[in-house]
């Protein structure tokens, strides 16, 4: 079983930035895929950004393309997602997610991932 526990988020002013973190346990951390993924009050959960830990490939949303950045730290079991430029439409739970390694178009779909956090609140004050 591997547990995944997102943290970082919070309340910041349009424009501006916030780190999103997400640390998993497992000692394969390496070989897994970790994704982020979304979900505003009303809408379905959305893919956002994601990164093979064991082979470098990352994908991204269209709507967060040039504004944010996911990266991993394998010694530390950490994914982090570095949010810019925010905007109003960003407000969201953050979901981190871990999935075995898979093929890099697997990324963006949420029925590669097997275990989720709990979420963590972004909001964006216009």
């Known amino acids: 079983q591997v547990q995944v526990v997102e943290s970082g988020g919070g309340l910041v002013q349009a424009g501006g930035s916030l780190r999103l973190s997400c640390a998993a346990s497992?000692?394969?951390?390496?070989?897994?895929?970790m994704g982020w993924f979304r979900q505003a009050p009303g809408k379905e959960r959305e893919f956002v950004a994601a990164i093979s830990c064991s082979l470098g490939a990352s994908a991204y949303a269209d709507s967060v393309k040039g504004r944010f950045t996911i990266s991993a730290d394998n010694a530390k079991n950490t994914v982090y997602l570095q949010m810019s430029s925010l905007k109003p439409e960003d407000t969201a739970v953050y979901y981190c997610a871990a999935a075995p390694l898979g093929l890099p178009r697997e990324l963006l779909h949420r029925r590669h991932y097997s275990y989720w956090g709990q979420g963590t609140q972004v909001t964006v004050s216009s």
């Open positions: 497992g000692r394969t951390f390496s070989s897994y895929d």
